[in-house]
């Protein structure tokens, strides 16, 4: 008993810290990306995105699944620890020195000439994120997230501000390349002059085979996933315009926020809690059960709204230069619903020791996914690119809560029956709200906007607490008691 004890404290612990680190960041991001989207132009939006596979593909291989590797592992060693820092230090030499010399063909591929410089540059961040890595590692694997909350925070308000000083004075896209090296050079900075930990001077074979039979395979699954996720910034860039891609990837950025605000805060401590309790199928069926339910309670209503109110949002953050991102915006918050479960179950899967079966299906499901987005991207365009990502997300769905009804017994059938009444209450309020305030024929696209949110917080809201379903009461749970007012004045 006082071991679970003990794992909720952490639990609740790493979720307050945690809480605060996302949602700073991600108020940080929203304020600044608003700012940002007036100094900036989509063209410089889209270099970057030009630039991410590269970097996501040699981050990866630098990486080559140890930090998974090492937070499974119960009781790492120093020679562990050591052992990895070394690796990765090693592999960010060599993946920088191939981004740096293959540089000028990615920038005659894309036939854009300063590609070649931001990517030099920016590639530096691999050098940097690999001197750092060991260290959060080990915090994440002791839950000690307040110290890693405080360094994000000041990474990120510093280098936004930079970023926005230098966008301001018309640096254009390198405003955006020095914000993303501040934000890898800073945390560096102060693991390095904080922490207690210094690696030895060994490489132990033996304690890299043992790490590499699970991270070999958790590697090769983070590559196919980041490649499949890619693939399709790499096509629009190639065969679009930079602007096209600047609105697509303002499109991603801004769902991604919504649909990954909340699950990110829980799942940043589930993959530890995972490994805690990877022994005891029963309890850790039941932690999927109340993460899913929670996160389908916060996320599902979250960006329903978004999808009905997507043009106001747009116009009132970004201005009307972004409104061609709109269209691209409804359809990833539709993926985004999906989305947001996905890591809750493939994370279970990994902590009990499944890599080889986590590769296996990943790459089936990032095949069958590329095969759509990219025929759907080639015959039809973006609606057909559009169209190939929302098949591939809900296929990979479907294989993900298989695979946890496989290994863990939380059956599949039980999880969509779990989350019918939020996914059924939220689509039918959607529905009611969208078609009322149509009803209306406003012609102020903010007005309509206020509106519709009103319409649907008051239904979503009024539907809780009437009917006070599961997922309304694991989502209440999480609120500190301290919080909870109605109950003071009830006692």
């Excluded at 033996?206 to 096509?235: C, P, V, W, Y």
């Excluded at 994370?347 to 990219?374: E, H, P, Y």
Aim: net charge positive; aromatic share 14%.
């Amino acid at each position: 008993m006082s071991e679970k004890n003990d794992l909720k404290k952490k639990a609740v612990s790493g979720i307050i810290w945690t809480s605060i680190s996302k949602f700073s960041a991600i108020g940080i991001r929203f304020i600044s990306g608003i700012i940002l989207a007036r100094l900036l132009k989509p063209e410089d939006y889209g270099c970057i995105g030009m630039l991410s596979i590269f970097m996501v593909i040699s981050s990866s291989f630098i990486d080559c699944g140890f930090a998974s590797a090492l937070i499974q592992k119960k009781r790492p060693t120093q020679e562990d620890y050591s052992t990895i820092f070394f690796f990765n230090m090693a592999m960010s030499l060599l993946m920088y020195s191939i981004l740096f010399l293959f540089a000028p063909t990615i920038s005659r591929f894309y036939n854009i000439s300063l590609l070649s410089s931001l990517l030099r540059v920016q590639g530096l961040t691999l050098i940097i994120d690999s001197l750092s890595s060991i260290q959060i590692n080990q915090l994440k694997k002791n839950f000690r997230f307040k110290k890693l909350t405080i360094v994000s925070l000041v990474a990120s308000v510093t280098s936004l501000t930079i970023c926005i000083f230098l966008a301001y004075k018309g640096f254009g896209v390198w405003a955006l390349v020095s914000m993303n090296l501040l934000s890898t050079i800073i945390p560096a900075i102060i693991y390095w002059t904080t922490n207690k930990w210094f690696p030895l001077l060994v490489f132990s074979k033996d304690s890299f085979r043992e790490l590499f039979q699970f991270g070999g395979f958790m590697f090769l699954t983070h590559i196919i996933n980041q490649f499949g996720a890619k693939i399709s910034q790499l096509l629009i860039g190639k065969i679009y315009s930079p602007a096209v891609l600047g609105y697509y990837t303002k499109a991603v950025t801004t769902e991604g926020l919504a649909s990954r605000s909340i699950s990110s805060v829980l799942t940043q401590i589930t993959y530890p809690l995972y490994a805690e309790v990877q022994d005891d199928r029963n309890l850790l069926g039941n932690m999927i059960k109340r993460l899913t339910q929670t996160i389908a309670y916060i996320t599902f209503p979250l960006l329903s709204l978004l999808l009905i109110i997507a043009k106001p949002v747009f116009l009132l953050l970004y201005s009307d230069r972004w409104l061609p991102s709109v269209p691209y915006f409804q359809v990833l918050c539709i993926c985004g619903i999906v989305t947001c479960l996905q890591a809750v179950n493939t994370q279970s899967i990994a902590a009990i020791g499944k890599s080889r079966a986590m590769f296996g299906w990943t790459l089936l499901k990032r095949s069958t996914g590329s095969t759509l987005v990219v025929g759907g991207l080639l015959l039809w365009g973006m609606k057909g690119l559009l169209a190939g990502y929302v098949l591939y997300i809900c296929l990979c769905y479907f294989v993900n809560i298989g695979l946890v009804s496989k290994y863990i017994g939380y059956k599949w059938h039980r999880q969509l029956l779990d989350l019918a009444p939020t996914f059924g209450a939220v689509f039918l309020i959607s529905l009611i709200t969208y078609f009322s305030i149509r009803l209306l024929h406003l012609n102020n696209d903010y007005l309509d906007g206020l509106l519709k949110g009103i319409v649907f917080i008051v239904l979503f809201l009024g539907w809780s607490l009437a009917f006070k379903p599961d997922s309304y009461q694991y989502a209440l749970s999480l609120v500190p008691s301290k919080f909870k007012f109605w109950e003071r004045k009830q006692k």
